[in-house]
């Protein structure tokens, strides 16, 4: 998230104030009290954090479906509420490398595992976003995965958070392309980010409140067009139903214990959302 701040338990954190608005425990109370400041002002927040959790649940299921059985989740936070691993147990076998700068969530996610994870599938590694060739490194050497192979990278609520260089620019866009070039063809990338973009009316001034309540945390934040997040994924192939709003991406892989969000209207999960292949060189 913020390389300067990694440690900072004194300032709400965007990744432990999701935890809170999921109902979990990994949190502060610096971030509750954010959390609680926020739905007051914001009450839909809650759901569209919900909303993206249920995005996570599918999309791991759908790529169990298709075959993969190696996921690395950057940006994870920790692993609580339905995390990566827990949907993956599905599948007997499946490996889980969760990625994470913050030193807070990284020593949470330890224990975590320890309590609900397998070493020898599971683990956390501490690397950057903004430092893809190192982050990736840090990935191989952690002997969970097998990089040469195809693995799923999951990059889900994570490029809202502003990933800041030493300059002051986001370079979180530079980051998502180098690891395109990165993992391997056959490869699966899932991705999902805030948008203020064909959202309901009144909703983008909302969202634009909600971004400012982080300008002075750790980790501020950015909402992007749907064009500028479909780019994310660059020319890599993406699998039906292609960008749609969390709600609507593959229904058929949810479950039916599934809680009803409210939403009038998908868009008002504001969540823009899609899953990703990297080709296969062809062959003549």
């Known amino acids: 998230m913020v ?17 809170y608005f999921l109902g979990g425990a990994a949190n502060y109370a610096v971030d509750r009290e954010f959390g ?15 909303a993206n959790r249920l995005f996570l649940h599918r999309t791991v299921r759908y790529l169990l479906s298709q075959g993969v059985r190696q996921f690395i989740d950057i940006g994870s936070g920790v692993p609580t509420m339905g995390a990566t691993h827990q949907v993956a147990a599905e599948a007997g ?3 889980v490398v969760y990625v994470d700068n913050e030193d807070v969530a990284v020593a949470q996610s330890k224990l975590e ?16 976003l903004r430092e893809p060739d190192e982050l990736w490194q840090a990935v191989a050497t952690s002997g969970i995965v ?3 192979e195809p693995v799923a990278v999951l990059l889900l609520v994570v490029l809202h958070v502003k990933q800041l260089d030493d300059a002051g620019r986001d370079v979180g866009p530079a980051s998502v392309a180098r690891l395109r070039e990165l993992i391997s063809p056959g490869s699966y990338f899932a991705l999902s980010h805030g948008t203020d973009d064909q959202v309901p009316d009144g909703r983008a001034t ?21 064009a500028e997040i479909e780019a ?3 020319d ?16 058929e892989y949810g479950d039916s214990s599934e809680p009803d969000l409210g939403f009038s209207d998908p868009s008002e999960s504001i969540g823009w959302a899609g899953v990703s292949r990297k080709p296969r060189p062809q062959v003549f």
């Open 3 to 19: 390389r300067q701040r990694s440690s900072d338990t004194q300032q709400p954190n965007v990744a432990r104030v999701y935890d």
């Open 36 to 50: 609680k400041r926020a739905l007051q002002r914001f009450p839909f927040v809650e759901s569209v954090a919900k």
């Open 93 to 95: 076998g499946a490996r």
């Open 113 to 128: 595992l320890e309590r609900d994870g397998d070493p020898r599938r599971h683990t956390v590694v501490r690397a950057d």
């Open 146 to 148: 097998t990089l040469r």
């Open 206 to 226: 909302k969202m634009a409140e909600f971004a400012a309540m982080y300008d002075h945390t750790a980790t501020p934040v950015i909402w992007r067009s749907q």
């Open 232 to 234: 994310l994924f660059g």
């Open 236 to 251: 890599f192939e993406l699998v039906e139903p292609g960008m749609t709003w969390t709600p609507l991406w593959r229904p």
